[in-house]
C-alpha cells in the first residue's frame, strides 16, 4: 500500500542491474524495485516549507493537524442531515439508493479514515483526535439506525419499488441497506428494539472479556509436575506459569504438560462464552431468524447455515483419509525418536509438522530471503498485473504531510488506456508501537460521482516486514512473500472494482467471498512460473536454482491436508455453537466440543481440556469462520479453470476482472461466482476443488523430496 520517500529518482542512482519482465540477459532494477530496494530515507520525508504545497493525511488539507479531525466529523455530521432530510423528502428528486450511498460514503470517508490512524498513527495526538472522531461518528450510525422515518422511506422503495426507473444492481444495493438496517432490530417493536440494543451491548462486552481472557496465562503450583520439566516454564513464587502450548519443545512430557494445563478447563471463560452465544441467539431469534448462524450468512456465498455444514460435513469426510496419511507420518517420525511412544497426540501436531518441514526442505529462510527482497517482490507482482489486468504499480511522490510516517510508499495504480485507478499507501515496516498484524484498509471506496468521474479508491496495506538497512534491503521469507500477495489481492479488489456505489465496493462484500480474490493471488504467489520471474538474489541478480524454488514451494504444502481438517474441525464447532439446534442449559460448551472434535477431527479430545475457550476467533467470527474454507475452494476452482494452464493469461485477467472483480459486492455473490464459472456452487463441486489441489500439493511435495 504505502511507502514513503522523497522522489524514486533518488533510489534509482542506486539501482542494480535489470533484465525484462519475461525475458532474459543481463538484470537492473525498474524504478519500482529501486525504490522499494532502497534504505528509507527521513530527508526525503521532510516536511518542506517555502514553495511546497503542504497537504495533511492522505491529502487532506484539514489533517495538517489533530484537530482537523473536528472539522472532518462535522462536515460529515451537518451534510448527513441534509441527505437523511433528502431520503424523507416526498419531493426527492434522486433514486433513494443513490442519496442513501451518498449518506454511506460522506460517513464511511470520515470513518475508515480515522479507524486506521486511531490504529497505526505513531503520535498519541492524532490517534486520540481520530478516536474522537470514530466514537462521533458511531454515535451517529447508532442514532441514524434507530431512524424510524429513514428506514421506513428505505422499505417503501426496497418492497413497492421507486419513483424512479431502477437497475437490478440498485434494487441489490437497496435491499442490502435495507438488510443492514433490519440487523439492528428497527422493524421491531419498541420493547423488543429496547432489548436488542441491551443484547448487543451485552454480546460486545462479553466478546471483549472473553478475548482477553483467551490470553492469559496459566498458573499451577510446582509441586504438580515433575522437577525434570519445571525450568521449561516461568516460575512465579511457588508456581509455574504457562503461556502457551509450547509445541517447540523437544520433550513430549513437556508438551503434554503444557497442553493440559493451558487448555484446563475455565469456569468464568465458560460462562463468558455461553452468556454471549445465548445473547446472540437470542438476538436473532428477535430479528426474525431462526438461528445466529442464519442471520451470520444471510446475503453471503453461502447463502444458508444448511449450506455450510452440508458443505463443512463433505469435507471433513473427503479430507480425512489424506489427513490420516500426515498423522501417520507424524507418528512414525516420533517413534522413530521417542522408541516406544504412546502414539500421536494432539500436542505433538504443531511440533511434528515443524520438524518434518524442517528435515524435508533442508533449506532455511535465511537462505532462501536474499531471492525475495521487497523490491524484487512488487516488481514482480507489478509484472504479473501488467500481464494479467494491463495495470502497473508507480512509486508517486507524497507532499508535505501526506504520510503518518516516514517509511510509508504511495504506489499509484495505473492502467494503460484508463489511466490512474486509484493509490495504494504501503506501510510495510515495523516500527515501535505499530500493531502487529498483516492487513488491508480502505480508505475511501470507489463510486460513480454525479458528474459521470469516477472517485478512485484509496487503500492501505499494513504489513511488518523487516527494515532495510543501509547495506542490505528488506528481504522476505516465502511466508511473507506469501501474505504480501494474500494483502496485495485485497487492494486490487479495491482497485479493479468499478462500482457505480461505494456501499459494495471492491472488499465490501460478504465475509466468504471477500475472501476469494486474495487467496486466489496465493496461488500465484506459489506457481514456480510466477516466482522464477523474480526470485533473484539482491547482490548477484542470478535467479533462484530451480530444484531451491521447487523444494521451497513444496515445502508450503507438506500436511496440508492435516492442517485442512483441524480447519474444519474448528469451523463445525463454531457452526454448533451458533446453530438452530441449540444445547440444553445442562450441557456445556465443552462437552460440544469433545462431540465435535470425536466426530471430524482425526485425533480425539483429551479429557478436561477446552480448547475453545482459547479461542478468541469465535468473537470475531461468529458463525462465519467456514468462510476462510469457502473461500479457498472457490478461489482453488478459479484458478484451476482459468489460471493453472498460464498464470499470465491476458484473457484470462480481462475475464477474470470484468465478471467477478469489477461487481465487487454489487452482485449477490452466488450469481456472480456461478455465471463465471457457468457452474452451480454445491457442496460436491466446492469440496472437489479443495481436494484437487490437495492431491496436486502431495505430488508436488512427492516430486520434489523423492
Not at 516536511?47 to 472532518?72: A, I, W
Not at 460529515?76 to 451518498?102: G, H, I, T, W
Not at 472479556?209 to 499451577?220: E, L
Request: with cysteine; net charge negative.
Amino acid at each position: 500500500m504505502y511507502l514513503s520517500r522523497g522522489s524514486w529518482c533518488v533510489w534509482r542512482a542506486l539501482g542494480r542491474r535489470r533484465e525484462p519482465w519475461r525475458g532474459s540477459g543481463v538484470h537492473t532494477w525498474s524504478p519500482l524495485a529501486s525504490a522499494l530496494n532502497s534504505r528509507p530515507s527521513k530527508l526525503l520525508s521532510l516536511q518542506f516549507k517555502g514553495n511546497s504545497v503542504r497537504k495533511g493525511l492522505f491529502g487532506h488539507p484539514e489533517l495538517q493537524e489533530p484537530g482537523g479531525f473536528y472539522l472532518l466529523k462535522e462536515n460529515a455530521m451537518f451534510e448527513s442531515d441534509d441527505l437523511v432530510k433528502e431520503c424523507c423528502s416526498p419531493n426527492r428528486s434522486r433514486k433513494m439508493v443513490e442519496v442513501f450511498d451518498q449518506l454511506s460514503d460522506t460517513l464511511c470517508r470520515v470513518a475508515d479514515l480515522a479507524e486506521f490512524v486511531r490504529l497505526a498513527h505513531p503520535q498519541a495526538r492524532y490517534a486520540q483526535a481520530a478516536e474522537d472522531a470514530c466514537i462521533a461518528i458511531s454515535g451517529l450510525v447508532e442514532k441514524l439506525n434507530t431512524h424510524a422515518k429513514l428506514y421506513q422511506c428505505l422499505r417503501e422503495v426496497v418492497l413497492h419499488g421507486d419513483h424512479m426507473p431502477t437497475t437490478e444492481v440498485d434494487q441489490h444495493v437497496a435491499r442490502l441497506f435495507l438488510h443492514d438496517f433490519e440487523q439492528s432490530g428497527i422493524h421491531l417493536n419498541e420493547n423488543q428494539r429496547q432489548r436488542v440494543v441491551s443484547l448487543n451491548e451485552l454480546i460486545l462486552t462479553m466478546g471483549q472479556h472473553f478475548m482477553n481472557g483467551s490470553h492469559h496465562p496459566r498458573a499451577v503450583p510446582k509441586d504438580k509436575l515433575p522437577e525434570a520439566i519445571r525450568q521449561h516454564f516461568a516460575i512465579d513464587g511457588n508456581n509455574i506459569v504457562v503461556t502457551g502450548l509450547y509445541a517447540d519443545a523437544p520433550q513430549e512430557i513437556t508438551r503434554e504438560a503444557a497442553y493440559k494445563i493451558y487448555l484446563f478447563p475455565d469456569p468464568h471463560q465458560e460462562d463468558m462464552l455461553t452468556e454471549m452465544l445465548n445473547g446472540r441467539h437470542e438476538m436473532a431469534t428477535l430479528c426474525g431468524f431462526p438461528s445466529y448462524a442464519h442471520r451470520a450468512v444471510s446475503g453471503s456465498l453461502a447463502e444458508t447455515p444448511e449450506f455450510v455444514v452440508e458443505f463443512l460435513e463433505l469435507l471433513a469426510e473427503k479430507v480425512r483419509p489424506r489427513a490420516q496419511e500426515d498423522f501417520e507420518e507424524m507418528a512414525a517420525a516420533k517413534k522413530f525418536q521417542q522408541g516406544n511412544s504412546r502414539g500421536l497426540a494432539p500436542w505433538d501436531v504443531l511440533h511434528f509438522t515443524r520438524i518434518l518441514r524442517q528435515n524435508k526442505c533442508e533449506v532455511s529462510a535465511n537462505i532462501l530471503a536474499p531471492y525475495f527482497s521487497l523490491g524484487a517482490v512488487m516488481e514482480g507482482l507489478s509484472g504479473l498485473l501488467h500481464n494479467l489486468y494491463d495495470v502497473t504499480l508507480e512509486v508517486e511522490e507524497p507532499t508535505p504531510g501526506e504520510l503518518w510516517a516516514t517509511d510509508i510508499y504511495k504506489l499509484a495504480v495505473k492502467h494503460g488506456s484508463e489511466g490512474v485507478l486509484g493509490h495504494i499507501y504501503c506501510d510495510f515496516y515495523e516500527r515501535v508501537g505499530k500493531p502487529h498484524q498483516d492487513c488491508h484498509f480502505t480508505i475511501r471506496g470507489g463510486k460513480c460521482l454525479p458528474d459521470g468521474s469516477y472517485q478512485n479508491p484509496v487503500v492501505v496495506l499494513h504489513l511488518n516486514l523487516p527494515s532495510p538497512s543501509w547495506s542490505c534491503p528488506s528481504l522476505l521469507t516465502p511466508s511473507m512473500v506469501e501474505n504480501l500477495f494474500h494483502e496485495m489481492g485485497h487492494a486490487l479488489h479495491s482497485m479493479l472494482a468499478r462500482t457505480q456505489y461505494q456501499h459494495v465496493t471492491g472488499t465490501r462484500c460478504s465475509t466468504d467471498f471477500a475472501e476469494v480474490p486474495s487467496i486466489l493471488m496465493e496461488s500465484f504467489a506459489q506457481d514456480p512460473r510466477v516466482l522464477s520471474t523474480f526470485a533473484r538474489h539482491y547482490k548477484t541478480g542470478d535467479k533462484m536454482p530451480a530444484d531451491l524454488l521447487e523444494k521451497m514451494i513444496a515445502a508450503r504444502s507438506i500436511f496440508a491436508a492435516s492442517e485442512m481438517q483441524l480447519q474444519t474441525f474448528y469451523a463445525l464447532l463454531d457452526q454448533h455453537l451458533h446453530g438452530a439446534e441449540r444445547w440444553s442449559s445442562s450441557v456445556s460448551t465443552t462437552q460440544i466440543l469433545e462431540e465435535v472434535q470425536n466426530k471430524y477431527y482425526g485425533l480425539p479430545y483429551v479429557k478436561n481440556t477446552a480448547w475453545q475457550l482459547r479461542f478468541g476467533h469465535l468473537v470475531g467470527y461468529g458463525a462465519k469462520y467456514y468462510s476462510y474454507l469457502l473461500s479457498r475452494a472457490v478461489a482453488s476452482w478459479i484458478w484451476q479453470e482459468y489460471f493453472a494452464e498460464d498464470p499470465f493469461s491476458r484473457e484470462m485477467g480481462e475475464k477474470y476482472r470484468a465478471e467477478v472483480l469489477s461487481h465487487g459486492g454489487g452482485k449477490p455473490p452466488r450469481a456472480l461466482v456461478e455465471d463465471f464459472l457457468e457452474r452451480s456452487v454445491e457442496s460436491g463441486s466446492t469440496v472437489r476443488a479443495l481436494m484437487t489441489d490437495l492431491d496436486q500439493r502431495k505430488c508436488q511435495v512427492a516430486a520434489a523430496f523423492s
